[in-house]
C-alpha cells in the first residue's frame, strides 16, 4: 500500500523458479507414467492417483506462473497484466478435476458389479515410481518451503501425492497377496475423495475472486473504523476490497476530510496508508481524498 510494499516473498518464489520448474517436470513425468501404468495394468488406482498427481502439478505451476505473472509490466491496455489468468486456470482446472472424479466414480461402481483384473505389482512398480519421485521433489523444495510461501505450497502437494502413492502401493499389495481385485476400487475412490473437497476449494476460491468479492481476510467494517479512527476523516464511502489474483488484493475507499485539513493532502495520504498498513494486508490501496458534500455530486454511489 502506498509506498514501501513488500514483495519479499516474490523475490524468494523467483530465487526458487527454477526448484520450482524441475519438480514440475518430475510431476508431470510421474503423471504419464501412471497413466500408462493404469492402462496396462488396469488399474483405477492408477487413474485416480495420476488425476491427484495432475492436481498438485497444477498447484506447482500456479506457483511458478506466480513468479512468471509478477515480472511482467502492466500495460495501457491490461494496467493489472495478465494476473487474472492464474485464477481462470484455476477454475478450469476444478472443473476438469470435478469430471475425472465422477469417472472414477462411475468406473468404481461397474466394477463393484463386475471387477476386472488388476495386477497387483503392476500397481506397485508405478506407484513406486511415483514415491521416489515425490520424495526426491520433496528434498528439492524442502530448503526453499522455508523462504517463500509458494514454495512451501509446491512443498505439501508433493507431500500429499507421495502419500496417495503410499495408498495405492497398499492396494497393489492387497491385489498381489490376496487376489482381492476390489482393493484397487477402494483405494481409487479414497484418493477420489481427497481431491473433490481440494477441487471444491479451488473453484471457490476462482469464482469468489472472478466475482470482485470481498477478500476473506478482510473486514471492511474494520478498516472503515481505522479511517474514521483519523481525527480529520469526517466520513468513509465507497469503500471497496477485492483480489486481482492470489495474495494480490487491492482497496479503495472515499475519504470525506474537512477542507482545511485538505491543504496537506500528501501528509493526510501518508498518516491513512501508514494506519492500514499497520492492520491489513493490502498490496495495493488507491484513497480519494474529498471535501465535505462532493458525494452530492457523484454519480452512483455505494455504501
Not at 498427481?53 to 513468479?67: E, H
Not at 521416489?132 to 501425492?161: P, T
Request: a negative charge; proline letters at 3%; charged letters at 15%.
Amino acid at each position: 500500500m502506498g509506498a514501501g510494499h513488500d514483495h519479499g516473498t516474490i523475490t524468494a518464489g523467483a530465487a526458487n523458479s527454477k526448484r520450482l520448474a524441475l519438480v514440475l517436470g518430475m510431476m508431470l513425468s510421474v503423471a504419464v507414467v501412471q497413466v500408462t501404468g493404469a492402462a496396462f495394468s488396469g488399474s483405477l488406482a492408477l487413474l485416480a492417483d495420476a488425476g491427484h498427481t495432475v492436481t498438485d502439478s497444477f498447484g506447482v505451476a500456479l506457483a511458478l506462473a506466480a513468479v512468471w505473472i509478477a515480472a511482467r509490466p502492466a500495460t495501457a491496455q491490461r494496467t493489472f497484466g495478465f494476473q487474472r489468468a492464474e485464477i481462470l486456470a484455476a477454475a478450469v482446472n476444478a472443473i476438469v478435476l470435478f469430471l475425472l472424479c465422477g469417472f472414477i466414480v462411475m468406473e468404481a461402481i461397474d466394477r463393484f458389479r463386475e471387477p476386472a483384473e488388476v495386477s497387483g505389482m503392476g500397481m506397485i512398480l508405478v506407484a513406486g515410481f511415483g514415491l521416489v519421485m515425490n520424495i526426491a521433489a520433496m528434498f528439492v523444495l524442502r530448503s526453499g518451503a522455508e523462504e517463500s510461501l509458494n514454495v512451501k505450497g509446491a512443498y505439501l502437494e508433493v507431500m500429499s501425492d507421495a502419500l496417495a502413492s503410499v495408498g495405492v502401493i497398499v492396494g497393489g499389495l492387497i491385489v498381489l497377496f490376496t487376489g482381492w481385485q476390489q482393493a484397487d476400487t477402494l483405494v481409487s475412490l479414497a484418493i477420489a475423495a481427497i481431491i473433490v473437497p481440494r477441487a471444491w476449494s479451488l473453484l471457490k476460491e476462482a469464482v469468489h475472486i472472478l466475482l470482485e468479492a470481498t477478500p476473506k481476510n478482510v473486514d471492511l467494517a474494520e478498516v472503515r473504523s481505522h479511517l474514521m479512527g483519523h481525527p480529520a476523516v469526517i466520513d468513509v464511502h465507497d469503500l471497496h476490497a477485492w483480489t486481482i489474483t492470489s495474495g494480490v488484493p487491492v482497496m479503495s475507499a472515499h475519504v470525506v476530510v474537512a477542507e482545511e485539513d485538505l491543504r496537506d493532502t500528501g501528509k493526510m495520504l501518508d498518516e491513512l496508508h501508514s494506519c492500514l498498513t499497520g492492520h491489513f494486508d493490502v498490496e495495493h490501496s488507491t484513497l480519494q481524498l474529498e471535501p465535505p458534500g462532493h458525494a452530492d455530486h457523484e454519480g452512483a454511489r455505494h455504501p
